[in-house]
């Protein structure tokens, strides 16, 4: 309880500076593992009719996305919910926009499954993969046994865990180099904090370690929206149109936003969140600043 109300007597820029933490850059990785996950991710022979990988959705060198409202999978469909980024997937408390999965390895069977993203199973894909010569002997090295549904999804997710974005601006500035950020960058920083963005945009990941409701000032989405958030998984109405919070790592790169992909520029959703999460009144020179300090959050981008 003390050190609980000592927190909350801190200054605004003390408390921040505890809420979001830079990203680590020394995380212990199996390197042979994360070789392999590599051709694996980006490996077409995981989806039904060898057209599509994980790599086709999301793209590592361009945000961790695919930059569509919805991606497309095998027979050329077209999902209906936006693709989240792969990039610092590993920060998140849960995965996918509804929550429905907890770890990465169930995420990492979610789109392999699912009929309109890869539509294929491990009983296929391990046929095609075992007359490789270059997996047999890889994952007879690694994992010493033959080649199945475990292994191939550990070495998927050692991959995963490599794709973070140390030393953005802000994270150096977060470091102890206060002068990279310029004054606009810094106004911005501080507006994101006297705004409220930083009550649910937060942690390493600025974001995806909480669940929130879009539209707590004001109901946001039509009455036509289908998808509810965590509703479609609990069916409690008190989790309608709830999601998780996504990360603002590398925001710059990874529009369109929200689950739907219906804004397409990083203006429109400052924009939206203030007037729907906040209820606040802006100015014009705020929501530039604000823009410029989300600027910063872009990190190193793994070269794959």
Known sequence: MKALCTLLFLPIFLLSEMLITPIPSDIKLNNKKVLLGKMLFHDTRLSKDDTISCASCHDISNGGDDNRAFSIGVNNQVGTVNSPTILNSSLNFVQFWDGRVNTLEEQAVGPIHNPIEMNSNFVEIISKLKNDDVYKKQFSQIYNTTINKNNIIDAIVEF???????????DLYLKGQKDILNEKEKKGYELFQSYGCISCHNGVNLGGNLFQKVGIIDRYFKEDETNLGRYNITKQNKDKFYFKVPTLRNIELTAPYLHNGSLKDLRSVIEIMIKYQVGAIYEDKDIENIELFLKTLTGEIPNV
């Open 160 to 170: 995963e865990k490599s794709l973070t974005t140390p030393n953005s601006k802000f």
